[in-house]
């Protein structure tokens, strides 16, 4: 026994010192590329074998015959271990030089295409990766590049939209001043209704502007939902008789649904989903909402007689700017509404879609319900 924990003491100090050489080349090289690594790694495990080994045989082989018998052969097998381990590390090194080729490429053009040649896991995981964040920034590519593209179209119907009022006030003050108007009154009532036209316009964008910057403050409350939808009616109302559109919905003896919202956004929602459909659905139409409880959530669904939407711009509906085919496109406003509409329910963690029916379509906001709510009651 004592002797077995000589032979280990001597072995575990010839490796020992070894190892600790290697460690503080490792250190002083770790800046190096990781062929430079993986050498050195090599070479101390080789070395620090073949060190415990001639330490050991120096202290115990009395016989100086014995001894380089021993260290010959401790010398070639360190030899033949060195130079495999070099090779195999050649390997992972070409490897690693494959995954950082098609990492360039992925900089470049922005596809990652991962080697072909099998990977040790610690790459192959590397590079599923590399594989995702490449998707990834396929899809912003392609997000941003279709909101490039919406803003460009919102800068030219802004534009043309902001041009038409402003020259018709132009020529109707010209007119004024230069006392050329039999009916002064009717050239007022036209250039405030231009002005309440302009200002609907700037409102619309500041309130976007708020969304898109995600400025949109919410001040949450418990509320009736029922109470939300009865004061859209109303506020609608007044254009629907003018567009002569027929409103159904909010009866008065329809049960309250709890909701948790910003009453103002919400309002500004409705109203603006009541506007749009007001706008879209021809005399004698009717517009119907309806409020239910589905689940664990809340959904108001607005539906017009537009005669529907083409199933191409379905997607599009939301969008900023998007006004869809000359028929859908009202007298006034910038196509803002609806945009406006989704960035409020977003903001209350709910999403807002758009599906045809028959004779026209449905405009669905859907909230999440709050947890304190009881069980749903149905809004007719």
Known sequence: ????????????????????????ALRILRRRSIAVSLAVLATVAVSAMLAGTLTVAWAMFLSPHDLAVVTTVVAMAAAVSLI???????????????????ARTFGQDGVFTPPAVPAPAELAALSHELALTSEHLTALRGRERALETSRRELVAWISHDLRTPLAGLRAMS??????????????????????????????DLFELSRIHAGALTLTPTRMS??????????????????????LAGGGAGAAALPVEVDGKEM??????????????TPADGTVAIVAERRADTVVV???????????????????????????????????????????????????????????????????????????GHRLN
Do not use: K
């Not at 381990?85 to 090194?93: E, I, K, M, S, T």
């Open 174 to 203: 010209e007119a004024l001043e230069d006392g050329m108007v039999t009916d002064p009154a009717r050239y007022h009532r036209q250039m405030r209704a231009e002005v309440e036209r302009l200002n609907s316009m700037v409102t």
């Open 267 to 280: 309002t500004r929602a409705l109203s603006n989903l009541l506007v749009n459909a007001i706008r879209h």
């Open 1 to 24: 026994m004592r002797d077995l924990l000589l032979i280990a003491l001597y072995a575990l100090l010839g490796a020992g010192a070894t190892g600790l050489l290697g460690a503080v």
């Open 84 to 102: 495999t381990a070099l090779l195999l590390g050649r390997q992972v090194l070409m490897r690693c030089r494959e995954l950082v080729s098609a």
């Open 301 to 375: 669904s607005v539906t017009d007689a537009c005669g529907g939407i083409p199933e191409e711009d379905l997607p599009r509906v939301f969008d900023t700017g998007w006004r869809g085919s000359q028929a859908r496109t009202p007298p006034a406003g910038a196509g803002l509404g609806l945009a406006i509409v989704r960035g409020i329910i977003e903001a209350h963690a709910g999403h807002a879609n758009v599906h045809n029916v028959p004779g026209g379509c449905r405009f669905e906001l859907t909230l999440p319900a709050p947890a304190w709510a009881a069980s």
């Open 225 to 246: 939902l029922y109470e939300l939808v009865a004061d859209a009616l109303a506020a609608a109302d007044a254009l629907a008789r003018e567009h002569g559109v027929h």
